[in-house]
């Protein structure tokens, strides 16, 4: 994988129990995989459109049905986040914006919270979505491994 930044080895990919591909090149795997950002027909879930909110609302969503690292419970920029920037997102507007479904998503945070590891492998976005793309993967940190093109920022999060 040359010429991707990661913050995990390949050998956390191999091991993975989900992949996701988040407006990336799909490739065909033997394990459980999500497209974001397009669509493929051996995928367990497709999320066929991105945009600068699709982090949040994958975001606001695993807030709600509580599927997120326990430490944050007590992180006060968690609390920030959710406060500040999580309560206005607008779920069902969302949603149609990205011509995809409550059960949709949702499928997309069951196959996160079942999985021991989740590898992103990360495509081309616009700077303000791939910070809200990092501010969602942190909701899950301790079992996420991150591999994009671009330069990798510091898990933390943003707009608050």
Do not use: C, W
């Amino acid at each position: 994988m040359k010429d991707f930044y990661t913050n995990k080895d390949e050998e956390f990919l191999k091991k993975s129990d989900l992949v996701i591909f988040y407006n990336a090149p799909i490739k065909k795997l033997v394990k459980d995989y999500v497209v974001i950002g397009g669509s493929d027909e051996y995928s367990k879930v497709d999320i066929p459109k991105t945009s600068k909110k699709l982090p949040l609302l994958l975001a606001r969503l695993a807030y709600v049905f509580e599927i997120y690292d326990e430490n944050l419970k007590e992180d006060m920029d968690f609390e920030d986040f959710v406060e500040v920037i999580l309560k206005g997102i607008r779920v069902k507007r969302e949603l149609q914006n990205h011509n995809t479904t409550l059960e949709e998503v949702a499928g997309v945070l069951y196959l996160i919270n079942n999985s021991k590891r989740v590898s992103f492998i990360i495509g081309d976005l616009d700077e303000e979505e791939y910070e809200n793309l990092m501010s969602f993967i942190k909701m899950f940190e301790s079992k996420a491994g991150i591999f994009s093109k671009n330069e990798l920022i510091d898990l933390e999060f943003y707009g608050i």
